[in-house]
C-alpha cells in the first residue's frame, strides 16, 4: 500500500509542478508580444489580431487555463516572427 500511496503522491507533485512552470511562462510570453509589437513593421489588422491574441492568452492565465494562455501566446509570437504569413 505504501508503493501506492507513494506513487500517487509523485503523479500529484509532477502535476502541481508542471502547472505552476506554464503558469510561470504565460507572462514571460506576453511581455515577449509586447515587446515585438513595439518594433514591428506590421499592418494595422494584423497588429489588431495579434493584440487581440495576447489579451486572450492573459485573460486564459488569469482565469487559471495555462493551456489556452499558451496557445493564444504562442500564435500571437508566431504572427510577430511571420509576418509574411499574415
Same mark, same amino acid.
Given at each position: 500500500? &505504501? ?9 500529484? $507533485?509532477?502535476? %502541481?509542478? &508542471?502547472?505552476?512552470?506554464? +503558469? ?9 508580444? #509586447? #515587446?515585438? $509589437?513595439?518594433?514591428? *513593421? ?5 497588429? &489588431? ?6 489579451? *486572450?492568452? $492573459? +485573460? +486564459? ?6 493551456? #489556452? +494562455?499558451? *496557445?493564444?501566446?504562442?500564435? %500571437? $509570437? ?9
Amino acid at each position: 500500500m &505504501s508503493r501506492v500511496k507513494s506513487a500517487i503522491f509523485t503523479a500529484v $507533485l509532477a502535476s %502541481a509542478f &508542471s502547472v505552476s512552470v506554464l +503558469a510561470g511562462r504565460c507572462p514571460m510570453d506576453a511581455k515577449a508580444v #509586447e #515587446e515585438g $509589437l513595439a518594433s514591428a *513593421e506590421i499592418s494595422d489588422e494584423a497588429r &489588431s489580431k495579434i493584440m487581440q491574441l495576447h489579451d *486572450e492568452g $492573459l +485573460a +486564459a492565465h488569469n482565469a487559471g487555463n495555462h493551456a #489556452e +494562455a499558451e *496557445e493564444k501566446l504562442g500564435e %500571437a $509570437l508566431r504572427m510577430l516572427s511571420n509576418p509574411s504569413d499574415m
